[in-house]
């Protein structure tokens, strides 16, 4: 994505299910597609000319030297009783996620959110988070990582997580950001979901795999009432859905990850 003037996210084709039938919505050129026509059809990907519905300003620009502002993967929003309270913008080379401000046609991007540590329990240090969607339910963000190898077929321990950050239910608002060197006090995090991957019939035998040779890249999630929806590369076309309770594995024990949620 560049910043600066008519600022635009690269195209991104997305395939949701009829059952995740969710609005991806769509900053900066962040086309979200909810693909199913009335009968519950599901719209192939080779069919769509996505294009973006307008271009927004972003002041102050992006960082261009820590690869963000070419990497927006995906953006989300806090509603709390219809007001927008807080949004944030993801992407796929950094261990942040970004808070940002709409404005008529002007996108302000706000502060980092730390989602990673610098360094893991072992003491290495955390790649980037490759976070590939991110979408809010019930008074939390949750945010996922791509779940695939990186491109030198490397398993990164970064890449596998799945994420959960809450906001303050007054002001919809994240009280704790993090530093470069820890995470946000409000980001719960496993790994999970890559379990339920590897045991899905049609995804498990791609997890090995590179995404360029076929192998599993999460590209974008939605929440549907309990249902907790992911849209993977290269299958296109097809897409899951998967229990929050079983996905999480139950972050708060013992109570489903749904109802664990504040609100």
């Known amino acids: 994505m ?7 996210a690269r195209g991104i084709q997305k ?13 900066i050129g962040l086309i979200i597609l909810g693909l199913a026509d009335s009968h519950g059809h599901q719209a192939q990907a080779g069919d769509l000319t996505l294009k973006p519905t307008q271009f927004l300003q ?23 009783d219809g007001n927008r309270m807080s949004c944030l913008l993801v992407g796929d080379e950094v261990k942040y996620a970004r808070s940002f401000s709409l404005s008529d046609q002007h996108l302000i991007p706000g502060r980092q959110l730390y989602l990673l540590p ?12 490759d976070a590939e969607g991110v979408a809010f339910y019930k008074g939390a963000y949750f945010l996922a990582g791509s779940h695939s190898l990186n491109k030198g077929s490397q398993k990164q321990q970064s890449r596998y997580f799945i994420y ?10 994240v009280a704790d950001f993090g530093t470069k060197d820890t995470a946000s006090s409000q980001v719960e995090k496993n790994a999970n979901f890559e379990k339920i991957l590897a045991a899905d019939p049609k995804l498990g035998p791609h997890m090995a795999q590179i995404p360029d040779d ?14 907790l929806c992911r849209v993977s590369r290269p299958l296109a076309g ?19 990850w749904a109802d664990a949620l504040p609100g």
Do not use: M, Y
């Open 238 to 256: 097809w897409s899951s859905r998967h229990s929050l309770d079983t996905a999480s594995s139950r972050l708060r024990r013992p109570q489903r």
């Open 214 to 227: 076929g192998g599993v890249n999460i590209e974008g999630i939605a929440i549907s009432g309990d249902a």
């Open 2 to 8: 560049k910043t600066g003037t008519n600022a635009r």
């Open 15 to 27: 395939v949701v299910g009829t059952s995740c039938r969710a609005r991806l919505s769509g900053t």
């Open 118 to 129: 610098k360094r893991n329990q072992t003491g290495e240090k955390f790649d980037e988070t």
């Open 164 to 173: 959960r950050v809450a906001i303050d239910g007054s002001t919809g608002q």
């Open 58 to 80: 972003i002041s102050p620009d992006l960082s261009v030297d820590g690869k963000e502002a070419t990497n927006v993967t995906g953006a989300a929003c806090a509603d709390v």
